[in-house]
């Protein structure tokens, strides 16, 4: 063989080997990518399987896409007296699978606990207390003039336009009144909330998903159901009118000024905040959205979220069945509520309860899978009262 013959046959085996390299790196690639798919899916999967869902619930950042909100230490609440938690504390707590306890009299830590192996700095996933947390957000932009109850989401979210949320306002969507047909059971596979979260783990967005809604059980405004879509078209709306992301004005006009941090959101594919119940925070932090709610939206002496706002969401103004519990803009009301108080909850156990009158704030993180009964919700809330009794000196 020639020597230019013997030099082109090095040439074409080199071309060769640099493209299967390229095809070995491209399918590996591919194949990362599957895997990171098959991971979220089996992590949704999973998720509240009895073995890892405490785990799962101080590790949700770890599971899913997530983006910081605060990396601060954050501030310190105070240290008050130590208080004697009431008669059946202690099974409650077991029973419940709390994981965190915290108890603010007078805006000072009365009692503090965790369980189940957890930790006072692990960051706790929100679910639906975060609802309450993004309705804080709202009423800061809505005093600012960046957009009022009345607009129509489509206004500022145009992508809604023809869906299910075609001829909604804002104050539709913060009282559940959107009138869009959403099965948020958390038991059934096939239900859409365990849809959406198939459908984020393979790689889809939160945007998509609820542009694609297309059905309606009643008209916008006539009556409440909780669609937990409904606050992820807040979020789009507060993103339309803005331009920016959820977890950048989280943290310039509420996190930051309060003092939350170290916390997390989870995000889709894009980046796009969780905001209907992707928060990741300790549970003192949320203990500090609850001071924040019972101090008329100040931390000291600087307001932060306007007392109008705070006045107008945390009463009830959704219409609501008589014997359910009540609702306001995103903020919820016990059936037999009292004078004072309000609170955010999340499925799984996670609450905020705020007892104005006593001046006193409960905080819980939990992995309840009995969450759902009406008869452990109604204890839930005898407890917290009994809790914010206590304190009495």
């Not at 993004?134 to 009345?150: F, K, N, P, R, Y």
């Not at 979210?157 to 009144?177: K, N, S």
Request: hydrophobic content about 40%.
């Amino acid at each position: 063989m020639c020597r230019d013959s013997v030099r082109a046959m090095k040439t074409w085996l080199k071309r060769i080997g640099i493209g299967l390299a390229f095809l070995t790196v491209a399918t590996s690639a591919a194949a990362f990518w599957k895997w990171d798919e098959i991971t979220r899916l089996r992590a949704v999967n999973t998720l509240f399987a009895p073995e890892r869902i405490v785990g799962n619930f101080t590790s949700m950042g770890d599971l899913f896409h997530s983006t910081p909100l605060t990396n601060g230490p954050g501030r310190a609440l105070p240290d008050g007296a130590s208080m004697t938690l009431p008669p059946g504390t202690e099974r409650w707590i077991a029973d419940r699978t709390i994981t965190g306890l915290v108890v603010l009299r007078d805006g000072a830590v009365v009692h503090e606990s965790y369980h189940q192996g957890t930790t006072p700095e692990d960051q706790r996933i929100s679910w639906s207390v975060g609802k309450s947390v993004l309705s804080l957000l709202t009423g800061i932009l809505i005093d600012e003039g960046a957009l009022t109850l009345t607009d129509p989401v489509t206004q500022h979210a145009p992508l809604l336009i023809g869906g299910a949320y075609d001829g909604a306002t804002l104050e539709d969507v913060l009282q559940m009144e959107s009138g869009v047909l959403f099965d948020e059971d958390y038991a059934a596979f096939d239900s859409d909330i365990n849809r959406m979260g198939r459908v984020l783990a393979l790689g889809g967005t939160l945007d998509g998903f609820t542009a694609d809604l297309d059905d309606n059980w009643a008209m916008p405004g006539e009556a409440m159901r909780y669609v937990s879509m409904d606050t992820h078209v807040i979020g789009m709306v507060l993103r339309g009118v803005t331009g920016r992301s959820i977890p950048d004005l989280m943290a310039e006009k509420l996190a930051g000024p309060m003092g939350l941090g170290p916390a997390h959101y989870l995000t889709d594919e894009t980046g796009v905040a969780f905001v209907l119940g992707g928060l990741n925070m300790a549970t003192r932090d949320f203990a500090k959205v609850g001071q924040l709610v019972l101090d008329g939206g100040r931390v000291g002496d600087r307001q932060i979220v306007p007392e109008a706002w705070i006045e107008a969401s945390t009463v009830p103004s959704a219409t609501t069945a008589p014997d359910r519990m009540r609702y306001g803009y995103q903020w919820w009301m016990p059936v037999d509520m009292r004078p004072g108080e309000v609170m955010a909850q999340g499925v799984y156990g996670q609450f905020v309860y705020v007892d104005r009158s006593r001046n006193v704030v409960v905080a819980m993180n939990a992995a309840d899978r009995g969450f759902n009964s009406a008869t452990i919700r109604n204890g839930n809330v005898a407890m917290f009262r009994e809790i914010a009794a206590s304190t009495d000196p």
